[in-house]
């Protein structure tokens, strides 16, 4: 028996709604058996709101695969060469903006970070020459930096990268 699970949004904090007062309102999207809306019988796992969007993983297909909500348009955007048969994604986020996405995806047995551009429906794994454990992506609003969990000095720390995979340095001083 499949286990229901229902994504209820807070419309005040993801979607600029008309007359909206501020006060939060808890919206309720459709329920479709056939996995073309936000919810759906299969698990729906991690999701991440940013402006008018939800990005989640979810195993309605029998794959854990990145999904995309629009609260705007009420439907799943597609997404281009992103999901593969041959790996399993978790973690996902997004940029304010809807374009970038990073998730952890599992490939072969190794996982790595992931980042997909909506533009130009390209995917780029960010960590493919880290020699660690990687997990909870996350990006920045403006979709410039990605932030995730990576085990490389033998313990979890925090690494900071940009789009392109470089590692930046974190200001430890004000300025």
Not at 11 to 17: I, R
Not at 98 to 104: K, M, Q
């Amino acid at each position: 028996m499949k286990r229901f699970t229902w994504i209820t949004v807070l419309a005040a904090a993801s979607f600029q709604l008309g007359g909206c007062t501020g006060a939060p309102q808890m919206l309720n999207f459709p329920f479709d058996p056939g996995g073309r809306s936000l919810n759906s019988p299969a698990d729906e796992l991690s999701p991440n709101i940013a402006g008018r969007y939800v990005v989640f993983v979810s195993d309605r297909f029998g794959r854990q695969d990145v999904y995309l909500f629009d609260g705007v348009n009420r439907k799943l955007v597609d997404l281009p060469g992103l999901n593969a048969l041959d790996a399993a994604a978790e973690d996902p986020a997004i940029s304010q903006n809807g374009r970038y996405i990073v998730f952890a995806g599992t490939r072969g047995g190794v996982k790595d970070i992931y980042l997909y551009d909506r533009t130009t429906s390209q995917l780029r794994n960010l960590t493919e020459n880290l020699n660690a454990i990687v997990r909870r992506p996350t990006i920045s609003a403006d979709g410039n930096t990605i932030a995730f969990e990576s085990s490389a000095n033998g313990q979890w720390d925090i690494l900071v990268i940009n789009r392109n995979g470089q590692p930046l340095e974190v200001p430890t001083t004000p300025r």
